[in-house]
């Protein structure tokens, strides 16, 4: 079997990750909830452990998708109601990563598994993976396009957050929480800073590249495909973000 056999695969995961995210991480930034991703990550972590914990690795995706629901039915109807909604996101998210620590601390892997939690490797993604995680980002794509620009209220922040939790519920699973926030929040970023180009476009084009850098890094020099791909994407942000800013007039 060829190299290209082998990691094909890994390539078209990570792309199709950059595709759906920044559908999501445009309009995160533009809510200014810039940690909904993360928190909604976090909680639905919180299924994967348990399902590690007490059943073997059964009932992942289930358990994953239960926690996930939850903390997008809580986010979208505190956003219309909480004060600080950052604040209360923050809070969530502290609730997650404390609770996996709690279940995960019996395990002799405890630590082992909260790394692979918080940034897995997809870089020997099977084609199996591939074509489940396309079925279902090619469906929750359709509904933020079609669907959602045609509701309002309540009835849309319901939808945007339960379609955040099934995207983030496919993404824990095969990238981890850590990955998800990097793919939701770098490449939207850096398209919101930039004004010669449409914003998702943009996005899409840049997460994607930098998802190439990272998965060759990762495999040229044998680092972890999770860490290597936030630190690609993130840094190229950072550079990207800081060279499109300008100085602010010094008040006289």
């Known amino acids: 079997m ?69 903390a997008a039915i809580v986010i979208a109807i505190s956003s219309r109601r909480v004060a600080h909604i950052e604040a209360f996101i923050g809070l969530l998210y502290a609730l997650g990563i ?62 945007f957050f339960t379609a955040l939790a099934l995207t983030v519920t496919s993404s824990v699973q095969s990238a981890g929480v850590l990955v998800v926030f990097a793919l939701l929040v770098a490449p939207a970023y850096a398209a919101l800073v930039q004004r010669r180009f449409e914003p998702l476009l943009f996005a899409w084009g840049f997460g994607s590249v930098s998802m190439i850098v990272a998965l060759g890094i990762s495999y040229l020099y044998d680092l972890p495909t999770g860490y290597t791909i936030i630190f690609c994407v993130v840094g190229a942000a950072s550079v990207f973000v800081l060279s499109k800013s300008k100085r602010p007039p010094v008040a006289s």
């Not at 199709?16 to 972590?45: M, S």
């Not at 897995?120 to 509904?143: C, H, K, N, Q, R």
């Open 98 to 159: 404390s609770s996996i620590m709690l279940i995960l601390a019996q395990s002799s892997e405890g630590m082992e598994l909260f790394n692979r939690l918080s940034a897995a490797d997809i870089l020997f993604t099977m084609p199996e993976d591939l074509f489940l995680a396309s079925a279902a980002y090619g469906t929750i794509a359709a509904v933020m396009f079609l669907l959602y620009p045609k509701t309002s209220g309540l009835v849309k922040e319901i939808l």
């Open 2 to 70: 060829s190299l290209i056999e082998i990691l094909w695969p890994a390539f078209a995961l990570g792309i199709l990750l950059v595709f759906i995210h920044a559908i999501f991480g445009l309009e995160i930034i533009r809510r200014g909830v810039i940690f909904t991703d993360l928190a909604i990550g976090q909680i639905a972590a919180v299924g994967m452990a348990i399902s590690v914990a007490f059943f073997d690795g059964m009932y992942q995706t289930p358990l994953t998708l239960l926690f996930a629901l939850l």
